[in-house]
């Protein structure tokens, strides 16, 4: 429809300024004193949904960072959309490797430059201004709400709690998301997995104090070494994790899907030369998609202790962390994992240290069916504004509250993302091509008017 991409270039400055505003505010919600901006962050996108023709606009307090909903009811007999995304965002660490300030946006090399550009404001805004599009030209086919949190990037802790005690006003017949990556735009797919996660912090403690080391070192265990030698045996030369019990629960995947998933376009050697690293290491027998989508995983997020500033300081230290992220896949409960995790790392431990674990969050894998209508439209949007046939992928991310959606609203939902996997989400100089938020905003219009459409003919 000629109407959609008309309206999107005559607006597009536009749409960039506002979403640029968005990034601006630096709503990072893992840091307790950015309460204030978590607030300014709800309010801004609040804001600019009310002036894109939703109704019933606000902003919801809740335990934790509150939850923004908006909506436009067109006829209650017409199917609804809920529109997920959250408004919070990765902490920049480390500051210095940014070439521009994370929280400074700028378009470099066709490219918004900034945290949040692509996950997950840049994404969600992509929605919005669809919205809008199809408010502003009389054009929007179905009911629509949105639903938009702050706490996803610590494991949406309070919305689980917030679905149940609002399902009415949530009521909806499919949940669109735009949080995933495509392939590429050349090869459009769309997620149909996502792994789970057991996110975890292990505390190590040796003496009541640092000691010398000169004086000390060799007669009193040093809790850094102690955790660096358990965090290495967690995973052993073949990639294969060795806590007892945890691979009970995966589930075989046929030779069918895994033919399925080898036909998706991956280039090995560019991947590597992505991340600049000479050769790729995982769990043997399966290959780096495989490994990234259908087989569980376990990583160190961060490790600290003693002295790390500059100079030096010889002290052998009192304590030392690590946090540990563990992705899993169909089957695997991430409060099972958890549970093995730490009765693994309390057993390994030797007596001269004592060990404290502390479940961080999680939440369960999800796999979307390929029967549905939303998944039908969403493969029609994509022929219809890119002019390609997509592909089904499972991503190695995590969205916590996707399995509770169901769950709790018994509502699928369809993960229709316009990311990258080189967009550098949760690193340093994270990107989003002006490309892929353009063309998202044309094919989510398309989503909503074959979603419609194939709905009204299905009754």
Not at 87 to 107: A, G, L, N, Q, T
Request: net charge negative; with cysteine; hydrophobic share 40%.
């Amino acid at each position: 429809m000629l109407i959609i991409t008309d309206y999107i270039n005559e607006n597009s400055d536009r749409f960039l300024e506002e979403l640029f505003g968005w990034i601006r505010i630096p709503s990072i919600s893992s840091d307790s004193e950015r309460k204030e901006d978590m607030i300014r962050s709800a309010e801004y996108i609040r804001n600019r949904l009310r002036e894109a023709g939703a109704d019933n606009c606000e902003v919801i307090p809740i335990e934790g960072n509150p939850v923004v909903f908006g909506e436009k009811i067109i006829d209650p007999s017409f199917p609804t959309v809920l529109v997920y995304g959250h408004y919070d965002v990765m902490p920049v660490d480390p500051e210095e490797s940014w070439i521009s300030p994370p929280f400074r946006p700028e378009v470099r090399d066709e490219c918004i430059y900034g945290r949040g550009a692509d996950d997950d404001k840049g994404q969600t805004y992509m929605q919005i201004k669809a919205f809008e599009l199809m408010v502003k030209n009389d054009i929007l086919p179905c009911n629509v709400k949105f639903m938009i949190e702050g706490e996803e990037e610590v494991g949406s802790p309070n919305i689980a709690r917030f679905c149940t005690e609002n399902k009415e006003k949530l009521k909806s017949d499919i949940i669109l998301v735009s949080d995933t990556n495509m392939i590429s735009m050349d090869c459009p797919s769309i997620t149909v997995g996502l792994r789970g996660l057991a996110y975890m912090e292990v505390e190590v403690t040796g003496p009541n104090k640092d000691l010398h080391s000169g004086i000390f070192g060799g007669a009193v265990a040093n809790p850094a070494n102690i955790l660096a030698t358990m965090i290495a045996s967690l995973v052993d030369h073949e990639g294969k994790i060795t806590i007892p019990g945890f691979y009970d629960d995966v589930i075989d995947i046929s030779l069918h899907e895994r033919e399925q998933m080898a036909k998706a376009l991956f280039d090995e050697e560019e991947f590597k030369n992505e991340v600049e690293v000479d050769e790729l290491f995982g769990e043997k027998d399966f290959t780096t998609r495989e490994r990234t989508g259908i087989r569980p995983a376990l990583d160190i997020n961060g490790i600290w202790s003693g002295y790390t500033g500059e100079g030096t300081k010889t002290v052998l230290p009192s304590k030392a962390w690590a946090k540990i992220s563990m992705r899993l896949v169909p089957d695997q409960d991430f409060r099972k994992i958890s549970q093995l995790f730490t009765n693994h790392l309390i057993s390994i431990a030797p007596k001269y240290v004592k060990v404290n674990v502390k479940y961080l969050h999680g939440g369960q894998a999800y796999v979307s069916p390929v029967n549905t209508i939303g998944y039908l439209a969403a493969n029609k949007a994509i022929e219809s504004a890119m002019g390609k046939k997509m592909v089904p992928v499972r991503s190695g991310g995590s969205i916590p509250i996707i399995p509770q959606f169901e769950e709790i609203l018994g509502v699928k939902s369809i993960l229709l993302g316009f990311g990258l996997e080189s967009d550098d989400a949760h690193s340093p100089n994270e990107h989003f091509p002006l490309f892929n938020f353009f063309k998202g905003i044309e094919t989510i219009t398309h989503f909503f008017m074959h979603y419609a459409e194939m709905m009204q003919g299905n009754k």
